[in-house]
């Protein structure tokens, strides 16, 4: 049947079409299950395996079927109207939440089919998409089939004539910018920031409104989500006109310089990594005057004081490149910045000072009062808080050399550091200077002496990771 139709020309007349339609409709159109799992986490592609469909090869028979009697050259769109409907339309939207992979393909297929073939239900199903989206959004949270009608909305903007309608625009900002709230966007992200930067093509002067809207929604503890935002932004800013670049910089790297600062290395390297996209580099230069001052703080105390090597080293290529750029700004923020953190220190100073000086009043006021009833909590046990302990105390040396040689000199520092890393390490089992029994001794079955990198007691001792290297 399937090879009848695909090659035989003429067999599509009037009557077949409520035959088939009917027959799709008959197979197709059903209730859903209830999912595997409704309350529990969210479907993970690459940790669960799909729910599959069990008629799946009497349904397969039946969607490409379908596929082939609309996409026949004898297929003609003014007798199917009659049959092909929006009630159709709808029933066909209610399958996209199937759990089987394998049918919501068929689906988006199908219904791109008749998007493109049917121009009278373009509207009503791009309204019902967005109706889909926004249960998704504002009530339930929970839908298998949202990439896939995603994928089928990239293409459609793609065709949107220019200029775009309004009701476009609405669909950008009240659809599309939502979608990144959801705590399940990794299931959809890449389909949803393909349709953002479609959009952008189109017209460039919504830039602003989406960026802020990205901003707005920016993860604060989901950190995966925010590399994928960081993803996005990036895309964005390779299609970005330069004079709109310029009215999202400063909360743009206001919110790049957080991520600089995050403790998850991975944020921290996504958000580096823009300083090796070349055009983003030229936007930054062309503006440097904003952006460097909002930037130098984070990334010169990050060269200092997160965890991760690797950070250390793109944080220093960041600065080099910015010192290559404008070294006279450059100079600028470094005393800037020295003069920012002399002035917050003199004002946690002045802040201890105050207390102290308030303390000794309330004392005096106590005496003074000579009080009957003596206070539930004494004076003397409330005590001032002391100024807050520096992190690092290169921070706030003031003295600090931070010019060009001194920054080429701790990246080829790095490097190096990275290249001994990456050398072979003997184990430590047979090493000279270990003791005792197991992996050392010293007293304790875990303890290494010497050079080890445990002590008699367990406790990770300083030189950890500087084992022997092989001779």
């Given amino acids: 049947m399937l090879d009848y139709i695909t090659t035989q020309r003429g067999v599509i007349t009037d009557l077949i079409y409520p035959e088939v339609i009917k027959m799709f409709s008959t197979n197709l159109f059903r209730s859903i299950p209830p999912q595997v799992n409704p309350t529990g986490d969210v479907f993970d592609p690459e940790e669960d395996e799909p729910v599959l469909e069990l008629a799946w090869p009497h349904l397969q028979v039946v969607y490409e079927f379908f596929l082939r009697f609309v996409e026949s050259p004898d ?5 199917a109207k009659r049959y092909i409907d929006q009630t159709f339309v709808l029933n066909l939207l209610e399958l996209f939440d199937s759990e089987d992979p394998r049918e ?10 008749i998007y493109g073939k049917f121009l009278n239900l373009r509207a009503f199903i791009r309204r019902s998409m967005n109706n889909v989206f926004f249960q998704f959004v504002y009530e339930t ?6 990439a896939e009608l995603l994928e089928i909305l990239g293409s459609i903007i793609n065709g949107f004539a220019l200029p775009l309608k309004e009701e476009h625009k609405t669909f950008l ?3 599309l910018i939502p979608l990144h709230k959801v705590k399940s966007l990794a299931m959809y992200h890449p389909q949803l920031a393909y349709c953002v ?7 460039s002067a919504l830039t602003e409104e989406v960026l802020l809207g990205l901003l707005k929604y920016w993860p604060k503890v989901n950190s995966p989500k925010e590399v994928m935002f960081l993803n996005e932004v990036e895309e964005i800013l390779d299609v970005i006109d330069p004079m709109e670049f310029q009215k999202i ?7 790049l310089a957080r991520c600089v600062n995050s403790q998850h290395f991975q944020v921290a390297e996504r958000a580096l990594y823009y300083w090796n996209n070349e055009y983003i580099v030229n936007l930054m230069g062309d503006n440097l005057p904003v952006i460097l001052p909002i930037v130098f703080p984070a990334l010169y105390k990050n060269s200092k004081t997160h965890w991760n090597r690797t950070i250390h080293g793109m944080v220093y290529n960041a600065l080099k490149l910015f010192m290559d750029i404008n070294n006279e700004l450059f100079d600028e923020c470094v005393h800037a910045f020295k ?6 220190r003199n004002h ?8 102290v000086e308030l303390h000794q009043h309330a004392k005096k006021a106590v005496i003074e009062l000579r009080l009957t009833k003596p206070p539930v909590l004494s004076i003397d046990d409330i005590h001032p808080p002391e100024p807050a302990a520096e992190d690092d105390e290169l921070i706030n040396d003031v003295t600090l050399d931070l010019s060009h040689a001194t920054i080429e000199a701790e990246a080829l520092e790095f490097e190096e550091a990275v290249a001994m890393e990456r050398l072979p390490h003997a184990d430590v089992g047979g090493i000279d200077g270990v003791e005792g029994t197991g992996v050392g001794g010293g007293g304790g079955t875990l303890g290494m002496n010497g050079n080890g990198n445990m002590n008699g007691n367990g406790v990770v001792s300083e030189s950890c990771f500087n084992f022997p290297q092989w001779s």
């Fill in 249 to 255: 910089q400063v909360p743009l790297f206001q919110q």
């Fill in 104 to 113: 919501r393909d068929f689906l988006k297929t199908t219904l791109h089919r």
């Fill in 141 to 146: 949270e929970r839908h298998n089939g949202i």
């Fill in 348 to 355: 946690q100073q002045q802040r201890y000072d105050n207390w």
């Fill in 197 to 203: 930067v479609q959009f952008l093509e189109k017209d």
């Fill in 75 to 79: 297929f003609n769109t003014n007798i």
């Fill in 339 to 344: 003069q920012n953190v002399l002035a917050e």
């Fill in 173 to 175: 900002s009240r659809v």
